[in-house]
């Protein structure tokens, strides 16, 4: 499993620092089962406000560093525009685990400078997610509330 990491800072040079010590392959990779890999802010296309929402994690274990995490609707936003096969069955997965709502989504993608391609690419995705969720009878992402079962993750 990997982990994407930026500096919020945008110093590209962390990004190799990023991947020396913690990359795939590395120390770190062998004694925890997962790497991060050094990623640039220029690289990803991220909806207006993201850095607004960014979700902290900052406990006992973390510390002296803490994380700032995408929220989960951004991060599936840049997924979806990124468009690889690997990140349309990641963003499926978080919504048939419940931890996305199509109609924040479907705001969120409003809200990135994009092309009117990748605009239409996207919108068929998300129109594909909800006839799949109508299909198989599962509750409505967009309206529902309920607590996702992570093991389903895994």
Known sequence: MEV???????????????????GE???????YGF????????T???PAGWRDRLVVLDSVRTRPGRGHCLEPHDCVASKLVAGRAKDYE????????GLIKLDVL?????????DE??????????EGQRRSRRASGAR????GSRRPDLRKLR
């Open 44 to 46: 990803a296309v991220l």
């Open 117 to 126: 391609a990748s605009r239409g690419r996207i919108a068929a995705w998300l």
């Open 140 to 143: 409505d992402a967009t309206k």
């Open 4 to 22: 994407d990491v930026a500096s919020l800072d945008g110093d590209e040079n962390k990004s190799d620092l990023i991947d020396g010590n913690l």
């Open 35 to 42: 790497y991060a890999q050094g990623v640039s802010l220029k």
């Open 90 to 97: 990641f963003s499926a997965a978080l919504v048939t685990a």
């Open 106 to 114: 479907t705001q969120r993608i409003k809200q990135l400078d994009i």
């Open 25 to 31: 392959g590395s120390r770190f990779h062998e004694t």
